[in-house]
């Protein structure tokens, strides 16, 4: 049962909620635009703002439903844990995009909202932060490395703190390999634009256009 509920957060993770709205209200392949990721931020870009709203709450529930029910089915922290994990990693690379999705934080929100529902604000406090200042991918780096802390601190089981660690680890993977977009041939350029990754989600620096996609996705 554990690992069907694994594999079960995987798929639910993997439905492209994004791609899904994109395609049936503006006909838009978000792989193509912007930054490529899969994600309530291209729908908010690209889209429609106001339905970043369902979007990121269809994609919260992708992390919650897998958590809750193994915890529904009494199989553990650590296999709620990690179900809540597998839908994430679906939401990044998703079975139904060849791997092309997108950052996995809201998702990740969801599963946080059944295991540790003080983590939910308290990333969204990173995130407001974040936002008031134009770096909002870097307000989510630091409450994501925060929160393995603050779940240590406040004695939470060590389930949650290492789902914390993990999320980090798949956003730190995710945002370097961006989608296997490629990177520069000049070493000094490569390791710019991998430090911009992981800051800022981003190739180019902040508050410059980013539109240069892999001739894959054309």
Not at 87 to 108: C, D, E
Not at 172 to 181: C, F, I, P
């Amino acid at each position: 049962m554990s690992a069907l509920i694994i594999v079960f957060g995987y798929l639910v993770g993997s439905i492209p909620t994004a791609e899904i709205f994109s395609k049936v209200m503006r006909g838009i392949d978000l792989r193509k635009v912007g930054s490529g990721t899969v994600s309530s931020t291209g729908i908010y870009y690209h889209v429609s703002r106001p339905m970043v709203v369902v979007v990121g709450i269809l994609d919260i529930l992708k992390g919650a439903l897998p958590t809750w029910l193994a915890l529904r089915f009494d199989l553990g922290l650590w296999v709620a844990a990690l179900a809540g994990l597998a839908a994430i990693v679906g939401h990044n690379w998703p079975l139904y995009l060849r791997f092309v999705g997108g950052r996995g934080l809201s998702p990740f929100m969801g599963l946080l909202l059944v295991l540790y529902p003080w983590g939910f604000p308290w990333l969204l406090a990173f995130l407001a932060v974040g936002r008031l200042v134009g770096l909002t991918a870097l307000g989510a780096l630091l409450g994501l490395m925060s929160l393995p802390a603050l779940t240590a601190f406040t004695g939470q089981p060590p389930a949650i703190t290492w789902a914390g660690v993990l999320m980090l680890l798949v956003t730190v993977v995710k945002r370097l390999e961006a989608n296997r977009l490629p990177l520069p041939d000049d070493p000094a350029e490569r390791r710019q634009v991998l430090l911009r990754r992981l800051l800022f989600d981003r190739d180019v620096p902040p508050g410059e256009p980013w539109t240069t996609r892999r001739s894959s996705h054309q």
